[in-house]
């Protein structure tokens, strides 16, 4: 049963193809958001120490390292960035994407090699920070993320976390929560429907019902609504997502969807947003028993971090979405080392 669940949650909050230079998209994002780096940096005038110090044809060599444990990430991107500088600087590669840094694999001068550098010294001075800054947060992502699925793991459960949308470097965060062996979750609004508490509350500008109605029952009018209207819209989504506030809530949609998909299995998940932990596990406890988990994922949601991911985790909750690796990162230490 468990596998058969992870391919539900695969296929629903996976889109690991999405995120490598071969997609356009992709792609596009990196190339754009490192300009607009370099273009901080540099300006019109370039480096002006390094252009003061050497001259043009000055050529050296450096290596970039880390001399902290962690999993590489970003290491396509950089690549990316250096192939733009392929007339003024070389690089060969020591490490491969997602790979365990500090290994234990022979160490230079107490460092692990990721790559190494040769050419016009004032070209890998100018782009140095934008390479480093790169390799620092998404392996400093991609370690925070892999260290808390360990954690989870290690508690004997198979939950699975998910990166939220509120990133401060976009698609490029995702990609490292991926490499550290987490879910992107839904790439855009354009991807994968979701309903969320916003879309509940503008119902209050279209429904004619009594204003002294039940508040709890006008608002479930308004989320079963907006899922039959989602529903039929679903050949637009890889899926459909529900937001819900409450057990009442998290109950009725789930038979709801059951109903919908109609023994024909639609990619679903139902978000318990500031659930508690004991919440979480007596809707799930009630699902299984009116026969309706097998039909829906369910996903938790709300200032997951530290301690909270691990006890939501117990609760054998699918999947954990956080932004906590994402917008608290505590970057690798990787840097760059000039070489004889």
């Known amino acids: 049963m468990i ?10 909050y996976q889109y690991q193809g999405q995120y490598t230079l071969e997609s356009r998209l992709y792609k596009t994002s990196v190339s754009s958001f490192m300009n607009g780096m370099l273009g901080e940096d540099l300006q019109e005038s370039g480096c002006i120490t390094a252009i003061a110090i050497f001259q ?57 090699p990721i790559l190494y550098l040769e050419g ?16 620092q947060r998404m392996s400093g992502i991609a370690t925070e993320v892999h260290e808390l699925q360990q954690v989870i793991k290690n508690c004997g459960s198979h939950s699975r976390l998910a990166a939220t949308r509120k990133l401060q470097w976009g698609r490029m965060d995702k990609k490292a929560f991926i490499v550290g062996g987490g879910l992107s979750h839904r790439r855009g609004l354009y991807d994968t429907m979701m309903i969320k508490d916003t879309e509940i509350d503008f119902w209050q500008y279209l429904d004619d019902s009594q204003v002294d109605q039940n508040t709890n029952d006008l608002r479930l009018k308004w989320v079963l609504e907006s ?52 919440e979480v596990t007596s809707t799930l406890e009630q699902c299984r028993a009116e026969g309706t988990y097998d039909w ?45």
Not at 253 to 278: G, H, W
């Open 3 to 12: 596998g058969d669940r992870q391919a539900m949650i695969e296929n629903l």
């Open 56 to 112: 043009p044809h000055d050529s050296g060599k450096a290596m970039v390292s880390s001399k902290q444990k962690g999993i590489l990430a970003g290491l396509e991107e950089s690549c990316l960035l250096l192939d733009n500088y392929r007339s003024q600087v070389s690089y060969h590669l020591a490490m491969k994407n997602g790979r365990l840094i500090r290994d234990g694999d022979a160490l230079e001068a107490d460092e692990d």
């Open 120 to 135: 016009i010294i004032i070209t890998i001075l100018e782009i140095e920070r934008t390479l480093l800054n790169i390799l």
């Open 227 to 278: 899922v039959q209207r989602c529903w039929n819209q679903r050949q637009n989504s890889k899926g459909l997502i529900v937001e819900v506030q409450s057990q009442e809530e998290a109950l009725v949609v789930a038979r709801t969807l059951k109903e919908l998909q109609n023994n024909r299995y639609y990619p679903c998940s139902i978000m318990l947003d500031n659930f508690s932990p004991q």
């Open 296 to 340: 829906t994922l369910f996903e938790a949601s709300g200032n997951m971090q530290g301690e909270r991911i691990i006890q939501f985790a117990q609760t054998g909750i699918d999947v954990i979405s956080t932004g906590s690796p994402t917008h608290s990162t505590n970057v690798l230490d990787i840097h760059m080392k000039v070489l004889k």
